[in-house]
């Protein structure tokens, strides 16, 4: 089985370093420039991932903070086995009121 990280925006693979995943094959997703402002994070997601992936394997995915949400996104469209969520939120209605304010005015 395969394990695929995906770091947090502003990190990259060293977040996962203290993890034991020495029994598993570990692939590091790392991010890619979006096509356009206005692409999906879904059309975003599956062009992150599909670079990666090998027909019919079985996948964990772990993702960190916005990772986290990239994998949510991932599992959408791609068979995924387990998702592993760290300091991130399964879903968008859960995000602090200033994350959703501030995300508006573009300010992060």
Do not use: C
Not at 31 to 42: G, L, N, T
Not at 82 to 103: A, E, G, N
């Amino acid at each position: 089985m395969k394990i695929y990280i995906l770091p947090g925006l502003g990190y990259d693979d060293q977040i996962f370093q203290n993890l034991e995943l020495s029994n598993f094959q570990v692939i590091k997703v790392n991010w890619i420039e979006p096509e356009s402002m206005k692409e999906s994070i879904a059309l975003y997601a599956k062009r992150l991932f599909e670079s990666h992936v090998e027909k019919d394997e079985r996948r964990i995915l772990i993702g960190h903070s916005f990772g986290g949400m990239m994998a949510q996104e991932i599992a959408e469209i791609f068979k995924i086995e387990k998702i592993i969520l760290v300091s991130s939120l399964r879903h968008s209605d859960r995000m602090p009121s200033v994350f959703k304010l501030t995300s508006s005015t573009f300010i992060y």
